[in-house]
C-alpha cells in the first residue's frame, strides 16, 4: 500500500481569501523552488526563463517543452504555493482551441494549479474559453514582454491615451473569467486606478504598491541576473557578489592543492 501525505497548497480560491498581499516570485528549477516555497504564496514558472536561464535576448522563443520541463520541476520543489505556468510565445494567440490544448497539455504534464497568458482585450475570448473548460486562467497587461517588439521595448506603459487601452484590457480579462492579472511596468496611478477597478487580484512587477500583491523575477531580487536591472527591481541579497567570491576561492584552493584536504578525502592520512 502507497503511503500518502496531504499537501496543503495554495489554489486560486485559497490566495483570492488571503488578506495580506501576495507574495509571488518567479521560480526555474528544483532547488530554488525548495528555497522559495516556505515564503510565497504563488510560484511563477515565468517564460523569462529563456532570458534568465538560457540567456534568451527575448522571451520569443521559449517553447512548450521548456516550460513543461520547467513547471514539473518547480512542482517537485514546492508543496505549499499554487504553481502557474506561463504559456509562451505562439502557444495560444491562434485560436482559443489551439490555447486549450497547450493549457491542458501543460496542466496535465506540470500539475501546475493555473496557466498565465498575456494579452487583453484580444485575448478574453481564449481566456473565456479556457476558463469555461475548467483551466484557471492569470493574465498579464501593460508592459507584455512577448509583445516587445510592439510595445518598442521594455518600456513603462500606460502614460498619455495609452492609460484607457490598459483599463479597457484588465476590465476585458475580468470578464472574460481570469482569476487575477499581473500588471507589468504601468504607471503608478494606473496600476492603482486598475487595482480598485477590478474585483479580481492584481499582482504588481513595477505597477503599485496598492496592487493586491507583488511579483518579481526570483533572480533580479536575489543580485543573481547582472545583465539588466530595471528600475522596479529592488535586489534584497547580492548573491552574484558571494558566488564570486566562493569560486574565486574554490579556484585558488585548487590551484593551491589545498582542497580536496584529508577530511574530504577517504583513506588519506591526517595532516599532523
Ligand atoms: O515571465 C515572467 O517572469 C513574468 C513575470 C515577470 C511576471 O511574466
Known sequence: MSKHHTVRRHTPRSLAALDTPIVSLTAYTTPMARLLDPHCDLLLVGDSLGMVVYGMESTLAVSVDMMIAHGQAVVRGSQKACVAVDMPFGSYQESPQQAFRVA?????RTGAGCVKLEGGQEMAPTIEFLVQ???????HIGLKPQAVHAHGGFRTIGRGSEAEQVMADALAVEKAGAFAVVIESTME???????EALGIMTIGIGAS???DGQILVAEDMLGLFPDFTPRFVRKFANLGQEVDRAV???????????????AECVGMPKAD
Request: one cysteine or more; charged letters at 15%.
Open 189 to 195: 496611478p494606473l496600476s492603482r486606478a486598475i487595482t
Open 133 to 139: 473548460r475548467g483551466i484557471p486562467v492569470i493574465g
Open 104 to 108: 491542458a497539455d501543460i496542466m496535465a
Open 248 to 262: 574565486a576561492e574554490y579556484a585558488q584552493a585548487v590551484r593551491t592543492r589545498t582542497f580536496p584536504g584529508p
Open 209 to 211: 504598491p496598492q496592487c
